[in-house]
């Protein structure tokens, strides 16, 4: 039976912590999804299709992986899409915290054979966030290896 799995987030950007999960969830899985939640409350940087167009062009390397994007209730998009495991990246103990709360509520609404799994990134990586490399970036310090190559070059574009 084929495996298939969800890597959900905002990504905006993707970073190299996002790639990490993402190469070693694609090596453990037979299909694996990275869904881009749409987040109204969040200010995105790039649009949601932007954002597909990026990661797609990025993970185009990896042959068992799609993406795209949702709105609305996660567990809606899990369970209508039959995906099998939600995979969860982990950079610290407050992630978990945060997290641990997010995959007990899930599991109530999930389909149960569904199963949410956590990967903790890799430690290089551990440090950056979306958050921080949009902020950093924005007040022209270097992102160089911290975001994919096709990533930082979007970011230059968007901040001329």
Do not use: W
């Amino acid at each position: 039976m084929k495996t298939k799995a969800l890597y959900t987030g905002s990504f905006d950007p993707l970073t190299e912590g996002h790639m990490d999960i993402i190469r070693r969830a694609a090596r453990l899985y037979d299909d694996l999804t990275v869904g881009i939640i749409a987040n109204p409350s969040k200010k995105a940087l790039f649009p949601i299709e932007e954002r597909e167009e990026m990661i797609r062009e990025v993970v185009a390397e990896l042959g068992n992986v799609r993406v795209d994007h949702f709105s609305g209730l996660l567990a809606d998009y899990v369970n209508e899409g039959g995906f099998d495991v939600v995979v969860r990246g982990l950079r610290t103990a407050t992630d978990f915290g945060y997290e641990i709360q997010m995959a007990h509520m899930n599991a109530c609404l999930f389909d149960p054979r569904v199963e949410t799994v956590f990967l903790m990134t890799d430690p290089r990586y551990s440090f950056i966030s979306s958050s921080v490399v949009k902020e950093v970036h924005a007040l022209g310090g270097s992102i160089d290896g911290l975001v994919p190559k096709e990533i930082l070059r979007r970011m230059d574009a968007a901040l001329k």
